[in-house]
Nanobody, 129 residues
């Protein structure tokens, strides 16, 4: 069972930046496609970004394209989400998720929560206006 731990959240002003980290407990994580989701107060959890295990493909929701960048360092068993130009509507709890089951590109289900097998506990990102 892989454990995922998110960190890097915290209060930030509009226009500011944060880098979230998702650290995994097992080295097998380096072979798992990994994604970030978020859940704003009173809303459903939504897909934000995802990355292939090899980093050769990345996926984003339209609302964060050009502002957020997902990356990974498999030697450190860690996936990152660099968030720039933050807006109040980015306020949410951010979760990372990883897929253990076999998957093949083009990863058609990568934006769906059910596609993933492991989830972290989340880190809060409040963006003040």
């Amino acid at each position: 069972q892989v454990q995922l731990v998110e960190s890097g959240g915290g209060l930030v002003q509009t226009g500011g930046s944060l880098r979230l980290s998702c650290a995994a407990s097992e080295r097998t994580f380096s072979r798992y496609p990994t994604g970030w989701f978020r859940q704003a107060p009173g809303k459903e959890r939504e897909f934000v970004a995802a990355i292939a295990w090899s980093s050769d493909s990345a996926y984003y929701v339209d609302s964060v394209k050009g502002r957020f960048t997902i990356s990974r360092d498999n030697a450190k068993n860690t996936v990152y989400l660099q968030m720039n130009s933050l807006k109040p509507e980015d306020t949410a709890v951010y979760y990372c998720a990883a897929r253990r089951r076999a998957a093949f590109t083009p990863y058609t289900g990568i934006r769906s929560q059910s596609w993933y097998d492991y989830w972290g506990q989340g880190t809060q990102v409040p963006v003040s206006s």
